[in-house]
């Protein structure tokens, strides 16, 4: 059996719905890895929301964070470690203009720092999780403080109907070239600030060059549209059984388990 490379989700794929690893999860993580198969985290989260899970899995893989943008073994030099950065400036200029769009509250984030211009974050505790909670964890966002470009800016709209207002503003500003603005979904009042041309399936092949695997032994497991395109890209994207419908065209499999039934363990235990 070639050596495989396969990428996973984590909220909703390898997380169950209480936001934890299964003890079923890790261990058919753990002997994918064991049998010599790369397995490696793609998430949107940030480093400091996906460390614990990168080692409770036991994982020895590189971690791939902010939906592509960033890619590291954590704690190890990698010759293939890369970091897509957006322009500062783009925060600045959100926060200066935040009252004319409705904007509560903006958060630029790096591989090891935070800044937030509010310590107040969406009242969804989904949402909310993302935002820093208590001010020993972030730094203000201001000139002072923030001196380097970041991997990603999340931006809170009073509420939904304000996204397209952002999203233009952005785009036309700076140029689709440059950043790409992505909503988290229809009543969502969050927003994305990312590298243009960088996803989840960026991450996928830098990795499936750097350990040198087929395109054929390539599997991806996701749930929602910001799996998409590594979804697509993998010769094997699996979707989960709980996944957002309008990934079933482009997906090549679909768990028969949801992410509450360890649909991804139960698949993986299949494959070895």
């Known amino acids: 059996m070639g050596r495989k490379l396969i990428g996973i989700d984590l909220d909703r794929t390898t997380l169950n719905d209480a936001g934890e690893v299964s003890e079923r999860t890790r261990q058919a993580i753990q002997k994918m890895q064991q049998a010599g198969h790369v397995v490696a985290i793609i998430t949107g989260r940030p480093v400091r929301l996906s460390m614990d899970i990168y080692q409770q899995l036991g994982l020895k893989s590189p971690m791939i964070n902010f939906n592509g943008a960033l890619g590291e073994i954590p ?3 990698w010759d293939y470690a890369y970091s897509y950065q957006v322009d500062r400036e783009i925060a600045f200029d959100l926060i200066e203009n935040a009252a004319d769009m409705a904007i509560k509250s903006v958060v630029a984030e790096s ?6 211009n ?3 974050g969406p009242t969804n505790p989904n949402e909310a999780f993302f935002f820093p909670q208590s001010t020993d964890t972030y730094h203000m966002l201001d000139r002072l403080n923030l001196k ?11 509420n939904s109907t304000h996204q397209a207002m952002i999203q233009d503003y952005v785009t036309n500003r700076y140029g689709a070239d440059r950043v790409t603005v992505n909503t988290w979904g229809a009543d ?7 590298p243009a041309g960088v996803a989840k399936d960026t991450g ?3 990795m499936q060059r750097a350990f040198d695997i087929k395109k ?7 749930d929602g549209m910001n799996d998409y395109e590594m979804i697509d890209y993998a010769a094997h994207g699996v979707l989960m059984k709980n996944g957002q419908p309008a990934l079933k065209a482009i997906a090549n499999d679909i768990t028969s388990y ?3 039934e360890d649909g991804l363990a139960k698949y993986l235990e299949q494959i070895i």
Request: aromatic share 6%.
């Open 75 to 77: 704690n190890e030099l």
């Open 111 to 116: 591989r090891a720092d935070v800044w937030t």
């Open 118 to 120: 509010s310590h107040i």
């Open 148 to 158: 380097t470009n970041i991997n990603s800016i999340l931006i809170e709209a009073q």
């Open 188 to 194: 969502s009042p969050v927003l994305e600030i990312v």
């Open 204 to 206: 996928l092949q830098i």
């Open 216 to 222: 054929d032994d390539v599997y991806a497991f996701g």
């Open 258 to 260: 949801t992410n509450d």
